[in-house]
C-alpha cells in the first residue's frame, strides 16, 4: 500500500518561500512507471497542477506555466521523498497543497493528507 | 491549456437515486479522463481511470461513460457515504492536467 505522507508550514509570509516535502512509503520516488506531482486547491483556484518530477532512465521535471518562474521539485532518493519549493509567494499562493502518484494514463492514484499553507504577514 | 466543464455544480439527491453528472472537455480528449470523489477536509480519491475503469476499492454502483468531450459519471444507487463532491480530470495534454470546477452532491 503506498503512503504518502506530508510535512512543512502552514504559515509563509509574502515574498518568501514556500518549503514541503512527501516522504513515500510503499513505492520508490525512482520508479520507471509513476510520475511524483503536487497539486494545490483553493476556493478561487479550484484544483490546479503544478508540476511534477519523475525517472526514465534519468530525471526529469515538468512546471505549470503558471508557476514556471517561481517553482522547483526535487527528488530525495536518499530518504525516498520528493519537495516542492514556491519562491515568492503572495497571498494568491494560499491553498492546500497536495502531494500526488500519477501512474500510466496520468490518473492520481495515491494522494498526500494535505496542508494548509496560509500567506499572511 | 484545455478546460473541462461540469455539470450541474451541484445536486439534491436522495438514498437509492440514480444520479448522473457530467463533464465536457473544451477539445478532444479521447478516453483520458478521470473522475475523482472529495470528502470535506480529506483529499481527493480516484474512482474511475481512462473514463470507464473502475479502480480497484471502488464500489461497482459507480460507473463512467464517454469519449471525446462528452463524459458521464453515474451512480446507480446513491448511498449516505456517497454525498461529496465529484471532480473530472483530463490528461490527455499531460503533463498539464486539467480538473473540472466539482459537482457537490447533497442530501434531498
Known amino acids: 500500500q503506498v503512503q504518502l505522507q506530508q510535512s512543512g508550514p502552514g504559515l509563509v509570509k509574502p515574498s518568501q518561500t514556500l518549503s514541503l516535502t512527501c516522504a513515500i512509503s510503499g513505492d520508490s520516488v525512482s520508479s520507471n512507471s509513476a510520475a511524483w506531482i503536487w497539486i494545490r486547491q483553493s476556493p478561487s483556484r479550484g484544483l490546479e497542477w503544478l508540476g511534477r518530477t519523475y525517472y526514465r532512465s534519468k530525471w526529469y521535471n515538468d512546471y505549470a506555466l503558471s508557476v514556471k518562474s517561481r517553482i522547483t521539485i526535487n527528488p530525495d532518493t536518499s530518504k525516498n521523498q520528493f519537495s516542492l519549493q514556491l519562491n515568492s509567494v503572495t497571498p494568491e499562493d494560499t491553498a492546500v497543497y497536495y502531494c500526488v502518484r500519477a501512474v500510466e494514463a496520468a490518473q492520481l492514484d495515491y494522494w498526500g493528507q494535505g496542508t494548509l499553507v496560509t500567506v499572511s504577514s | 491549456d484545455i478546460q473541462m466543464t461540469q455539470s450541474p455544480s451541484s445536486l439534491s439527491a436522495s438514498v437509492g437515486d440514480r444520479v448522473t453528472i457530467t463533464c465536457r472537455a473544451s477539445?478532444?480528449?479521447?478516453?483520458?479522463l478521470n473522475w475523482y470523489q472529495q470528502k470535506p477536509g480529506k483529499a481527493p480519491n480516484l474512482l474511475i481511470y481512462v473514463a470507464s475503469s473502475l479502480q480497484s476499492g471502488v464500489p461497482s454502483r459507480f460507473s463512467g461513460s464517454g469519449s471525446g468531450t462528452d463524459f458521464t459519471l453515474t451512480i446507480s444507487s446513491l448511498q449516505p457515504e456517497d454525498f461529496a463532491t465529484y471532480y473530472c480530470?483530463?490528461?490527455?495534454?499531460?503533463?498539464?492536467?486539467?480538473f473540472g470546477g466539482g459537482t457537490k452532491v447533497e442530501i434531498k
Open positions: 477539445q478532444s480528449i479521447s478516453s483520458y
Open positions: 480530470q483530463q490528461s490527455y495534454s499531460s503533463p498539464a492536467l486539467t
